[in-house]
């Protein structure tokens, strides 16, 4: 960022309430007693001690006020039914509302790169949540799984501990030394990396564990491994040398009871690749995707690594614990140990052991957890799929030492590149410590989002979306079709699914949310993509080339839709389909898992498609990429079109679940449908001049010259955009958070020309005024409705909630109209609220309200946090 950008001014009148740091940054630290702040720990980031408390505890929303339940009977009826079918075919629904994941106040900087699966290591330091079966989630916490520090004065152990705050069952691991006390001890968390500081009271001694996974913008390799490095370095204070062994304990498994009881045939031996030596476990859990996982240390002069590659996780432990009390190693009574039994657990440990001299902060020893589940399949089994890794480390099932090897050796290059992405940020000392932590702690979903990243070949003439593409047609390597002209008016399916783009850069899919299962939800990508555009555009260009295929595919399957009861085909052709498919189905061949509403009848979804690509143009100047969604645009325009029934040239909508807030419904012409459309067709003139088409550009300039007459004089009312023209008194002229969200595209293209500047203005100074401020004091972000007399609006089941990833856009689009302070106040009251007061760490739900309740824990929305990173750049360069 420049130096002094006059913007920063602004700033300066923020307080510290607003801030949003004195109030709990204080208290979720307050309880660590320990006297020194560890090795090179940031400054910025999510802070608390692991004997801290939270107070308040959420709980998920459940039933809705007595008023809106008459508009839910019908749709009640039909989930029921819908859920009946699925369970008889030992099936789940992609949102299971009978079996919502409660708040676990726990949750920590996850492992792993993007695509390959994650692992969650909690603030407390236990692997609590796991996700190595694409999309699907276990939340349990095998208590084997664990670091223990030895401490060896003149060849006798004086210290061993687990570095846990747990306090296991009696019987189980009980030679184990339990209940490290929280408060010697704290956690930062500031993704991609983590760090843990454990002050060992009577030892003088100061451990920090830094975890370092490979995630930082712009690396389409690294980025992709499943892998995470635990660096510990160890502080000696004392005027003696002392020996201090690290040891990794980890049990086989997810620690999933089903799992536990059904399993046999795992297996574990040692190994030396390179630098790392550890110990390899074989499991064989999941049908047809067996995987191992890789407990490793990095054995280089000084520092000695021993291994036990099986021990008992349900016994007494003494296995591991005994040899590290006695000599402060491990070892192992064969290179391999023998398989399981069904129903047998078992476990591995691995130990690094150095010298450190008196007054020493010079050591460290390093550990590396890699697993490698290299092909997978979805619910249905109809193809298998290699992930992104496969790519450079093959997919034989062995890839897990050399990946182990590769990030001990790398990580120092990772690391270099992670400073130098975030350092800039970090540094500028007139952005909020809550910003900072917020903007990259947020970004934990792009992994652990059910993400996969999968390679796309020719090895057997398909796509992941199994078409066939193996016979005619050339493409350009830029990722373009050949075709004879620059532009082509016409472009098939299959033309896309023979793109080289995917051959170099694979596919790329994330879930709407932890809870509602489905992939590339558009209406929600709509929010989240800032962020993939930002700091991995090819793997939003790959987002946006899936979803042109799947905009021209069919699929005349009639189904019941649960919203109304209709019946209407799976698929309708040339619409945006709501997503992809759900992982207990087929990804890229079931599109449209979301069984609401037929896409054909929605007003958002096409207008954001139009909108996403001419931004993600604008911010990647792939001139290749336009010309190939050209025609495609083309086609979703005309489709919208026809939603406009009086021939003003603004699309209506219909009085049902036809946009993202599908249980907020909206009558003809509307703030946020309206907004959307208008900005498109200012998006298709600037891509229609950038491609030299004249008369297109002039046919799109008409009819926005007319549907902006239209919009203004049905919505404008003096102050903001009423919600819609229906005659219902108790929403048509609520004040919507998101009714700028299509100028928020337009100002992040670089259009700034639709709207009247003073309009614009006016709406997001009316919602700061209600929404924001006369909501709990302005504490907690924006709530989605409010009536003109500063009262909530209540008319449905999303108008009184606060969407936290709405909230950040809305922020973001403040900073692009030069309302810096209002922004910060805005988008605070989400960090201040989910993080620090609802200690919803690395789960930001989709919606909470002022009652403590929450909706949806970990979704995709939030990560549009980077348009308001984005903005700022955007008013920086104007002030260059």
Known sequence: MADQPKWWDQLKNLTLEDN????????????????????NVPEFGYKLALSHKFTCHPTAWSYPPLSQVPSLVGLSVRYLMYYKQLREKNKKPCMDFFNQNSLHQVYGVPLGGIGGGTINRGWKGDFCKWQLKPGIYTFNNPLADQFIVTVRRNNKTVYQQVLSVQSPPSNTLKTWNWRFCGEQAYYCGLYPRAWTVYHLRGQNIVLTCRQISPVFPHDYKDTSLPTAVFVWHIQNNNSEAV??????????????????????????????????????????????????????????????????????????????????????????KAEKSRPTDRGEVTACAVSASCHVTANSSNEQVEFCLAWDMPEIYFGDHQRQYKRRYTRYFGSSGDAGPPIADYALSNYHEWEQKIEQWQQPILSNSRLPAWYKSALFNELYYVTDGGT???????????????????????????????????????????????????????????????????????????????????????????????????ILHANPTRRKYLMDGDWAPAKTANVVPHDIGCPDDEPWMEVNTYFVHDTADWRDLNPKFVLQAFRDFYLTKDRAFLQTVWPICKIVMRQSLKHDKDGDGLIENSGGADQTFDGWCVTGPSAYCGGLWIAALRCMIAAAVELDLVDEAEKYSDLLKQATESYQKHLWNGKYFNYDCSSNQRHSTS?????????????????????????????????????????????????????????????????????????????????????????????????????????????????????NTFRSLAYMRPLSIWGMQHALECQDSKNE
């Not at 740091?21 to 007693?33: A, E, H, I, P, W």
């Not at 990243?453 to 005619?472: A, I, R, Y």
């Not at 809305?810 to 106040?825: C, D, R, S, Y």
Request: charged share 20%.
């Open 452 to 550: 996969v990243w999968l390679e796309v070949g020719d090895e057997d003439g398909k796509t992941p979306n199994g078409h066939d593409v193996s016979s005619n047609g050339n493409s350009h390597s830029n990722g373009t079709v050949t075709h004879k002209n620059a532009v082509t008016s016409h472009i098939s399916e299959d033309d896309i699914h023979k793109l080289d783009f995917f051959k170099e850069y694979g596919k790329f899919a994330y879930l709407e949310g932890q809870e509602y299962k489905m992939y590339n939800t558009y209406d929600v990508h709509f929010y989240a993509s800032i962020a993939l555009a930002h700091l991995w555009p090819k793997l939003e260009l790959s987002v946006q080339y899936d979803i042109a295929a799947s």
């Open 243 to 332: 020996e201090v062994s690290i040891t990794m304990s980890m049990e086989n498994g997810t620690g999933c009871p089903n799992l536990r009881k059904s399993g046999s045939g795992f297996w574990h031996e040692n190994f030396t690749c390179g630098v790392a030596k550890g110990v390899t476990m074989h499991n064989n859990s999941y049908p047809d995707m067996p995987y191992t996982m890789n407990v490793t240390a990095s054995q280089r002069e000084g520092v000695n690594v021993t291994q036990c590659n099986s021990f008992n996780p349900t016994g007494d432990g003494n296995e591991v614990w005994g040899p590290l009390l006695q000599n402060g190693t491990l070892y192992s």
């Open 20 to 39: 949003a740091d004195v109030d709990y940054d204080g208290q979720l630290m307050s309880s660590y007693r320990g006297k020194v702040l560890g090795h």
């Open 735 to 851: 004040v919507m958070a998101d009714q700028c969200a299509g100028q928020w595209i337009l100002f992040s293209s670089g259009i700034d020309d639709v709207l009247p500047d003073e309009q614009v203005k006016s709406a997001l100074t009316t919602v700061f005024k209600l929404n924001v401020k006369s909501y709990d004091n302005g504490t907690r972000g924006a709530v989605n409705g409010m009536r003109p007399n500063g009262r909530v609006d209540e008319s449905s089941v999303q108008s009184n909630e606060v969407w936290t990833g709405v909230t950040y856009a809305l922020a973001a689009t403040m900073i692009h109209k030069g309302m810096i302070q209002e922004a910060f106040q805005t988008a605070s009251g989400i960090y201040r609220t989910c993080w620090q007061r609802y200690g919803m760490s690395y789960q930001t739900p989709e919606a909470f309200k002022r009652s």
